[in-house]
Structure formats: structure tokens, C-alpha cells
């Protein structure tokens, strides 16, 4: 995958990545020298042969990780925000997630946790994983070919979450691996996931279910006095559901 050394920002907002800064980055706006894409600080502005302005700035990990290898359907980042947010994710957790699929949320989950390990069984989707987690140099994240429905190593987890066709067949695995008070999440798209796996949680003496939601995101068009939501968006993605461990 090509690596982003650094993104360029028009007044209006768009963006455009520059992969390498041996060479010239051409835009719809004209081009820019690699000098100056080489001489310029964080923030600077610079013009392209065209004179269009755009800053400059090194890439956002959100950057980075918005060009990950993706081919799993892989979750949204206001549903990320929403896990991190909800469970109090910060630098002394551990997390177990499962599973991985393009391993975009264990990757983002570990540019915040102390440590993340995620559980997948297909080796075709643990190759991208290892490849998402090097381009995005992350240290803190390993992957595992496991079955999260069977058997799982971690203990002592603060969070785990799943992103799994039946969530319910991994509530067993989850109680062994979270510590009293950590908290269980899974994301699914549909309502008869969320509902057999509510019940589940509710008949098992191991959790107390807290809340499912539903996070909207709604980009809006700002051009002069044209300010609207935008007509196309993120439609549907999935339900959150939390619940905690207890002792
Ligand atoms: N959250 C991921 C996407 C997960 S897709 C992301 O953001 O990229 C669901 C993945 O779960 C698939 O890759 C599938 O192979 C894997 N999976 C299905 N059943 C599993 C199981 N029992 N244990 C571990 N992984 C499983």
C-alpha cells in the first residue's frame, strides 16, 4: 500500500493525498513542486502552478486509516467513536475484538488503547489485517486465528467487542475474558441479531445488558448561504449494543 507523507487541504475543504515527496503532486487545480512539498512546514500554504491555494499539513492517523485495505464491510467511525466514548477506551485498556475482518476497528482501537488483540478464522482476511497494521505502524495489536465461538486466551480484558454474524454463540467466551466491570459491545446490522443477542445477554447471570443505539451522522453542504444536508451519506451501518461483566 502506498504510504501518505503528507495531505493538502483546499480553502474549501478538499483533500488531496500526497504519496510521495519525490514527485510533483498533480491536482484538478494544477500541480505543485515536489520543493516545495518538501520545504513546506505543518499548516503552511502553498500554491499550485494554477495559483490555487492549499495547506499543507502531515496526515491525521484518521488520515491513514481512511486508506487501510478495506474488504470486509467494515465499521464506520462514528460507531467507533460511540464504542470508545460509551466504555471509557483509553490508554491502560486492553481490548479483545472479534472479528477482525479488515481489522479496521482493532486498528483504530489500539491508536487509543494500551493493547489490542483480535480474534479471526479466515486466513485471507488475517493477511489484511497484517498488512493494515503495518501501514498504519501500530505495536500494540496482535492477531490470532481463533474461533471467538469456542475458546478464547485473553483475561483480565477491560473491553471486548463484536462485529460477528451470531454474537450470541461468543457471550460465554466474553464473560472468561473480561475482568468484573468491563464492558461487552457488539455491533450489528440487523434487528434480529440484536434482539437474539440482547435475550441471551439478559438470560445470562454473568452480565447486566445496559443499552442498544443507533448513531446518526448527517454531513451537511456549507457554500455561501446554500447550507443543506448533503444528499448522499452513510445510510444504515449497525446497532450498538453494551453491556458489562459482573462479578
Ligand atoms: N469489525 C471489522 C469487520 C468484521 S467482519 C472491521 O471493522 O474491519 C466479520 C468478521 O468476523 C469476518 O472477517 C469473519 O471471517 C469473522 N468471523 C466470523 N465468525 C467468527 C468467529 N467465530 N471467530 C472469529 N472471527 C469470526
Known amino acids: 500500500m502506498d504510504k501518505i507523507e503528507k495531505v493538502l487541504i483546499t480553502k474549501s475543504g478538499k483533500k488531496f493525498f500526497a504519496k510521495s515527496l519525490k ?22 500554504l502553498l500554491k499550485t502552478n494554477t495559483d490555487k491555494e492549499l495547506f499543507i499539513f502531515s496526515p491525521s492517523f484518521s488520515d ?9 464491510q467494515i465499521i464506520p467511525l462514528k460507531d467507533i467513536g460511540a464504542i470508545i466514548t460509551e466504555t471509557g477506551i483509553n490508554k491502560s485498556s486492553r481490548i479483545l475484538d472479534s472479528g477482525s475482518g479488515s481489522g479496521a476497528l482493532s486498528c ?24 493494515n497494521i ?18 478464547v486466551e485473553e483475561k483480565n480484558i477491560d473491553v471486548v467487542t463484536l462485529d460477528l454474524p ?10 472468561k475474558a473480561l475482568k468484573p466491570g468491563g464492558f461487552l459491545v457488539s ?11 440482547v435475550n441471551a445477554i439478559r438470560q445470562n447471570e454473568n452480565f447486566v445488558y445496559l443499552r442498544t443505539v443507533e448513531i446518526f451522522e ?13 444528499s448522499q451519506g452513510i445510510g444504515h451501518s449497525g446497532f450498538l449494543t453494551f453491556a458489562r461483566k459482573v462479578s
Not at 503495518?134 to 475458546?151: D, H, Q, R, S
Open 23 to 44: 514527485e510533483d503532486l498533480h491536482t484538478q487545480y494544477g500541480f505543485i513542486k515536489k520543493q516545495e512539498l518538501q520545504d513546506s512546514k505543518d499548516g503552511g
Open 64 to 72: 491513514i486509516y481512511r486508506k487501510i485495505k478495506r474488504d470486509a
Open 108 to 131: 483504530f482501537l489500539a491508536s487509543v488503547a494500551k493493547e489490542v488483540v483480535t480474534y479471526e478464522i479466515r486466513d485471507d482476511f488475517i493477511e489484511i489485517v497484517k498488512k
Open 134 to 151: 503495518e501501514f498504519l505502524g501500530l505495536k500494540n495489536i496482535e492477531i490470532k486465528k481463533m474461533n471467538i465461538y469456542e475458546e
Open 166 to 175: 451470531e454474537p450470541w454463540k461468543a457471550i460465554e467466551s466474553c464473560s
Open 187 to 197: 455491533y450489528s446490522p440487523s434487528v434480529p441479531q440484536v434482539s437474539d443477542f
Open 218 to 230: 448527517r454531513e451537511w453542504e456549507v457554500e455561501e448561504r446554500k447550507v443543506r444536508p448533503k
